[in-house]
């Protein structure tokens, strides 16, 4: 009976292990480098074994801000082919189609920045923090044109904090 119950525990903490969610998904605040101030709150999460994200608040922006670049911009990846310069900032799926390159690692999708509607190759690195370098959970965004590419470090929050930047 003992072993059974073992046997029983073991594969409940397996089976539990396998459906944890990946450390890149959740809620982030997105920081402007060059001032260090939040700029929007993220939704990450996954979907068919894909990552995606979407902005769920913008600081200083009203919710139903629409896109202040890419009129007339179109991918035919996203959203199958719409105008960028018709959707709105907050609630749309900026952040798609990157697949898992290992734990709290995301790359070959794509970002696109709604202020211009540039569309970026997207790689992202979860990194735990360690005191050192990383104070708190970062998630590395990493927007990419060929050979060039520009990191940005979000800050995990919650999904309050998320949702609250105004």
């Known amino acids: 009976m003992k072993k059974i119950m073992a046997v029983l525990a073991s594969l409940l903490l397996f089976g ?3 459906f944890a969610a990946d450390p890149a998904e959740g809620y982030w605040l997105s920081i402007d ?4 101030e939040e700029t929007a709150g993220w ?10 994200g979407k902005i769920l608040s913008l600081a200083g922006k009203p919710l139903d801000e629409m896109t202040t670049g890419g009129k007339g911009k179109s991918y035919d990846n996203f959203m199958k082919g719409v105008d960028i310069g018709t959707l709105r900032t907050v609630g749309t799926s900026w952040i798609w189609d990157l697949t898992n390159q290992g734990e709290g ?9 709604p202020n211009d509607g540039k569309r970026y190759k997207c790689r992202i690195t979860f990194h735990k923090a360690d005191g050192k370098k990383y104070k708190t959970d970062t998630l590395e965004m990493r927007g990419e044109v060929g050979p060039f590419g520009r990191s940005q470090f979000w800050k995990a929050s919650t999904e309050e904090g998320a949702s609250g930047l105004r």
């Open 33 to 36: 480098e060059k001032t260090n």
């Open 16 to 18: 539990t292990l396998c």
């Open 105 to 113: 690692k995301w790359a070959n999708g794509y970002i696109i920045d």
């Open 43 to 52: 939704k990450i999460w996954q979907e068919g074994g894909k990552l995606y």
